[in-house]
């Protein structure tokens, strides 16, 4: 049996940030092998994390990384607000961030399968439960990389719980560092988070949603006694504000209501000589 000495004790407590008691049990039941000591930690951590499962993840916060024409989003959720806040579960965080970054994943699921630290980014988020001691979950991830001009622009809302990522083509390379084009893209990803569009235009807009909406508007026109021969007519009026309700280019702009997005899009277009068009975007609502 080797000797288990204080100083093993506490190298295994900084690599692992377990507990004193445990770190000793670890090194004896490894006979003071470092190594199995801080698997034999991690799968105790993951069993302590099982046991927290059932506990709901609602708090958390929603996160941002982008550099040049690339760009990441994604959720992770923690139990309170408290713990969301703390530099632990900050520091993991932006440890994981930076792993999805360098990463190629485009998926939730690629993003859980993700290697960091010798493991997984799922089975990481799993191991350190026990460490921060509250339940965690990688819930959210999305990925933008302009392959031609333009740019991918993020904001984040109220300390992490709203953030949107935004995805912007253009036809000149010059327009990217463009001031008005900038500050065009900064506003539209405010107008995302504040006014939460469902699609970029209509093509986009999911057709169960609008076909959902229409039986529900067809049911209150029939229930306001209108004549059924002249639904046909009523409808694509609701479609319409449907539309101007539901998708970006046809949202009034949340700082001017006096033009729509597209016009906003189109106006900055003619400022900076090029074609805009707005892509794509994500908008993750903490918890939602």
Known sequence: MAEITAQ??????IKTDAGMMDCKKALVECDGNMDEAIKYLREKGIAKAAKKADREAKEGIVATVVEGKDGII???????????????????VAEIGAALKASAATTLEEALNVAINGTTVEKYIAEQCAAIGENMKFRKFG???????????????????????????????????????????????L???????????????????????????????????????????I??????????????????????GSITV????????????DTLTVVAFHRFQLGA
């Open 262 to 273: 597209e016009q906003l899009v189109a106006n900055t277009g003619k400022a900076v000589g």
């Open 235 to 256: 409808l694509p009026g609701k479609l319409k504000a449907l539309y101007k309700q539901s998708c970006l280019m046809n949202q009034e702009f949340v700082k001017d």
């Open 74 to 92: 994604f959720e992770i959720n923690c139990e309170t607000d408290f713990c969301s806040k703390g530099d632990k579960f900050k520091a993991l």
């Open 8 to 13: 093993m004790v506490k190298e295994l407590r």
């Open 143 to 189: 990925r933008y990389t302009v392959a031609g001009e333009g740019a991918v622009v993020s904001y984040i809302h109220m300390g992490g719980k709203v953030g949107v990522l935004l995805q912007v083509a253009a036809g000149k390379a010059e327009t990217a560092a463009n001031e008005t084009f900038t500050t065009m893209c900064k506003d539209i990803t």
């Open 191 to 233: 107008h995302i988070a504040a006014c939460a569009p469902k699609s970029v235009d209509s093509s986009s807009l999911d057709p169960a949603f609008v076909a959902e909406e229409q039986e529900i508007a067809k049911a209150q026109l029939i229930a306001e006694g209108k004549p059924e021969k002249l639904l046909e007519k």
